[in-house]
């Protein structure tokens, strides 16, 4: 009889973490939520004003590049007074462009039409800036204008950003060396959660009872370093989705690092593969 998949601790922001907790449930395998990260809207007056603007002209960009589903939902956030015409932005030749499956998702849930949405091919060996920069390349023309929708971070100085921008400013200089123009926006920003002790009764346990930490973000292995300082986490199990966050999960003294591609079926062939 084979063993049972350990249960996955799952640490995206709350929104995905219940989508995935669903998904990897559908599939047998215990999963619990423990979101390492806190989303919310911006507050600074100034970068609000100017996502006002960006949604007032949705329709004069080549493309709208939306680095999460936190940056769909929050640019396209319902009760918001400034309206934005999703069928407008249908009928003209403005793309959304996705990085990942999740990100696609939440467009489509949006309201986008999917044949509005571009991102990596299926089989694209990562989920980033560089597996969308191949499919969508030889849309940017000399003088297109492309929108970035992105967060921010809400630790002092933005403690955690990354210095590569998280493939952002990369993917930036793919579109204006092509002659293209890029545009930043703020959409959201993130923050360290606060536990509860329940979160961290669960977190210190996960922490050496074969438990594995889904990890989907450097900020977050920070955050988690942070929310339990001391923490002893040699006997710890990781799975990664990009090199960048197997190496910071190995620096915070996991024990034991594995990498897979962000799609589910990877995720889940690499935990039954731990069983």
């Known amino acids: 009889m084979a063993a049972a998949a350990p249960r996955v601790i799952v640490t995206r922001p709350a929104r995905e973490a219940a989508h995935w907790v669903a998904q990897l449930g559908a599939h047998g395998i215990e999963a619990v939520a423990l979101p390492l990260i806190a989303i919310g809207p ?50 003209t030749k403005t793309r959304a462009w996705a990085p990942g499956p999740g990100t696609t998702r939440a467009l489509e849930q949006a309201g986008v039409p999917p044949n509005a949405i571009d991102g990596p091919a299926p089989d694209a060996p990562q989920f980033d800036s560089e597996a969308l920069w191949r499919q969508v390349a030889p849309q940017v023309r000399p003088g297109d204008r492309v929108l970035i929708v992105r967060g921010r971070s809400a630790t002092p100085q933005g403690a955690h950003e990354s210095p590569q921008g998280n493939g952002r400013e990369w993917l930036a200089q793919q579109i204006e060396a092509q002659g293209g123009q890029v545009e930043f926006v703020v959409a959201y920003q993130r923050g360290a959660p606060r536990f509860t002790a329940q979160e961290v009764a669960l977190a210190q346990q996960a922490a050496h009872d074969g438990s594995v930490w889904l990890l989907s973000s450097s900020e977050a292995v920070a955050h988690l370093a942070e929310a339990l300082p001391g923490q002893y986490w040699c006997a710890a199990q990781a799975l990664t989705t990009h090199p960048r966050i197997a190496e910071a999960a190995r620096a915070a003294g996991f024990g034991t690092v594995r990498e897979c591609r962000p799609a589910l079926e990877d995720v889940v062939a690499s935990i039954e593969s731990a069983a």
């Open 42 to 91: 911006c507050t600074d007056a100034a970068l609000r004003q100017a996502l006002d603007a960006a949604r007032a002209n949705v329709c004069t960009y080549r493309a709208l590049m939306f680095v999460s589903g936190n940056a769909v939902a929050h640019f396209f956030e319902p009760n918001h007074p400034v309206a934005l015409d999703i069928h407008a932005l249908a009928a």
